[in-house]
């Protein structure tokens, strides 16, 4: 397309390396046709399940690892591939968050929702239970974007691109804690597995 400023087309394709490719789409992860922010998120809880990875000394510096290598991944695939869109997530935008977008945010990039995922779960008990409520809670608020989570969406690049779902997952891990502290007092001790 010519340049009518749309998000949906990139100016003009740029390769991207394979590498920056892989970590961009969570490992082509991101090319599932619908919901591939979803799939993602299944890929960073997956990880997460790995031994050893749940505890803080290792999935803090994946977080900050894996953020800053985001950054420049869903940058470098935002600008190649503009604000390509699932239909699924075209469908979720246009209800939850409407208007223009500043800067694109294709659906194969899915980083953002492996480190999303990954905050959620920073320090949270290793329990099924734990791991539902934190992939619920952070996909709910991945789609939402309460602010700041709206707001920083609007940096450029990657930074955007990452940075929303940093706050969503902070909004989940603290969602989640409070959870984990009332249920048992309102439901009864043992209710959660």
Known sequence: MSGSGSND???????????????????FAGTIPW???????????????????????????????????????AGAVARAEGGRLTRSA?????????????????SVVVIDEIVGIWIAL???????SAFVLCFLAFRIFDVLKPEPARWVEQLPGGWGIMLDDVAAGLYANVTVRVLLFLLPIIAGPGWLP
């Open 9 to 27: 087309e990139p100016a003009r394709a740029r390769p991207v390396p394979l590498f920056t490719r892989c970590i961009a789409t969570g490992f």
């Open 122 to 128: 920073l320090a949270i008990p290793h329990t099924v």
């Open 35 to 73: 919901a591939s922010g979803t799939f993602g998120t299944l890929l960073g809880l997956v990880i997460c399940l790995l031994p050893g990875v749940h505890g803080t000394g290792i999935l803090l510096p994946l977080i900050v690892v894996f953020f800053f290598a985001g950054v420049h991944a």
């Open 90 to 106: 075209a469908a979720a935008k246009a209800v939850f968050q409407p208007g223009p977008q500043a800067h694109p945010d294709p």
